[in-house]
Each structure stands twice: as structure tokens, then as C-alpha cells.
């Protein structure tokens, strides 16, 4: 049995149910700090550590795959200090990932585009990966410099490239051949979106992936999520009737 409560106000969640694979826009990590007079900074160390009990958690339970908005294509344009900030915490995050997973059979992938990013994380990228990759638990997808508008842009390159070559013809094109090319190819769209600190926006997260998903908003601040709002969310989506344009 799992070591953990799954009651929540007395209903219980249905386990064979669970969404296979659960998006994250962890946001609010500033709002969190500036309500307690702290720098930005303070909130987004505590939004990472946010992370590490939600994917313990999610692991516990038995998700499939949990991906996780850490770094968005437009969170350049925030001060250099605090891009440097999130980029050491991601650093450090990658780094003592295999500590922090051990035992626990996760796969750890990395989506986004890479340019931008320094080579000492891209060497803690491609090592993560590898080590990870036999593991067959849990997929913990970071989605870091990653935008759904740069994904598809991506993608079409791909098949420009593919056409100019001959290999495919324009007519062959289909949703499949986009979604080979996207980042997230061989991964299942999500079944469940959270987005917490009360925005209501995709803010160019998985635009293509999230066409058929269930979206739950909390007001909650990322570095404040816990266990009951994971599970809160989990009903609420078990509660839905997903008719993919059916009746
Ligand atoms: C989310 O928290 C972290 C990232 C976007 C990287 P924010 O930093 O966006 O926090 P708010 O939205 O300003 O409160
Ligand atoms: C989305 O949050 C990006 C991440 C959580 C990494 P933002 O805080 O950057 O989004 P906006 O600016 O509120 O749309
Ligand atoms: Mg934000």
C-alpha cells in the first residue's frame, strides 16, 4: 500500500483513475515572498522545494508523467539577477537530482530549446538524462527554456528540412508528423493542467499537447502547494466528464 492519505474531506481518490499525466505551471513564487517582505529570490527557493515534495508525491502515488513549467521562452525578460537565480536553482535542482530521486525509479527528461541556456547546465541536462534513462517509475518532464510557440516553430523546421529533401511530400503532412517533431514526442498528452497563484492562462505552456486537457485553477501560491491541493485537484479532474468533442 501507499504510504499516504488518499482522503480528502472523506472522498477518496480513485486510484485506477488517476490522470497518467499531470502539467505543472508552478507560478506565484514572487507574490509569495513579497507578501512575507522577502526578495523574489527567497520565493523561488521555496517554490523548488515546492517541486521536489510534489514529485515525491506524485511518484507515490503512481503518476505516470509529471511535467513541470520551470523556465518559460519569455522569463528572459525578467531582471538578469533573477534570471541568473532560477538558473542556479535549476542548476543545483539537476544536479543533486540523482540524490534527490534515488531508489525511487524516476526518469528525469528536459524539454525546451537549449541555446540560450549555459553550457554548464546543458552538461547537467544531457548527464541527468542518461543516468535516468533506464528508469521506468515516473517520467519528471522540466519543461526549461521551453515555449509552446518555439515547439511548433521547431517542429516546422524539422519538416521544412524533411520536404526540402524529399522525404516527405506536403500532402503527407498530418497531426502525427507535427507531433513527432515536437519536444514531448512519445509522451501522452496531459490529462490534467494545475496552474496555481490564481492566473488563468497557458502562458505558451504545451499549446499543441493541452488541446484535450482538463485545466484546474487554485489561488494557492506555488511555494505554499501541498499534498491536499495535489490530491483536490485529482478529484476535481476525476469528476469530469471528458467527451473530446462526443456526446
Ligand atoms: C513562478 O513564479 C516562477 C517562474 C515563472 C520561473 P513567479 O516568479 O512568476 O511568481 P509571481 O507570478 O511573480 O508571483
Ligand atoms: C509561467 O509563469 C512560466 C512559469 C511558471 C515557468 P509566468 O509568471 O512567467 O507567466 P505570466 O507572465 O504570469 O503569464
Ligand atoms: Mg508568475
Redesign the pocket.
Known amino acids: 500500500m501507499f504510504p499516504f492519505k488518499k482522503r480528502l474531506n472523506n472522498v477518496e481518490i480513485d486510484k485506477s483513475r488517476l490522470p497518467a499525466h499531470i502539467a505543472i505551471i508552478?507560478?506565484?513564487?514572487?507574490?509569495?515572498a513579497k507578501r512575507r517582505g522577502m526578495p523574489?529570490n527567497i520565493?523561488?527557493r521555496e517554490?523548488t522545494n515546492a517541486l521536489r515534495r510534489i514529485v515525491h508525491k506524485c511518484n507515490d502515488i503512481g503518476i505516470k508523467y509529471l511535467t513541470v513549467y520551470?523556465?518559460?521562452t519569455e522569463?528572459w525578460n525578467r531582471p538578469q539577477s533573477e534570471v541568473n537565480t532560477?538558473m542556479d536553482l535549476l542548476y543545483e535542482f539537476l544536479k543533486n537530482a540523482d540524490k534527490e530521486i534515488a531508489g525511487r525509479n524516476v526518469r528525469i527528461r528536459v524539454i525546451g530549446d537549449d541555446y540560450r541556456l549555459t553550457d554548464k547546465i546543458k552538461e547537467e541536462i544531457a548527464r541527468v538524462q542518461e543516468t535516468t534513462k533506464s528508469n521506468d517509475g515516473m517520467n519528471l518532464i522540466i519543461a526549461l527554456n521551453y515555449g509552446g510557440r518555439s515547439d511548433i516553430v521547431h517542429a516546422v523546421r524539422n519538416i521544412a528540412e524533411q520536404i526540402k529533401s524529399g522525404e516527405i511530400k506536403p500532402e503527407e503532412i498530418c497531426e502525427d508528423t507535427i507531433e513527432q517533431k515536437l519536444y514531448t514526442y512519445g509522451i501522452p498528452d496531459p490529462d490534467l493542467l494545475i496552474r496555481t497563484?490564481g492566473e488563468q492562462r497557458t502562458s505558451n505552456f504545451l499549446i499543441w499537447q493541452l488541446a484535450y486537457t482538463e485545466f484546474w485553477f487554485t489561488k494557492t501560491?506555488?511555494p505554499d502547494f501541498k499534498e491536499e491541493h495535489l490530491f483536490e485537484a485529482i478529484l476535481n479532474y476525476q469528476n469530469r466528464d471528458r467527451r473530446y468533442g462526443g456526446v
Open positions: 508552478m507560478d506565484g513564487n514572487g507574490r509569495w523574489r520565493g523561488h517554490g520551470a523556465f518559460s522569463n532560477l497563484s501560491l506555488w
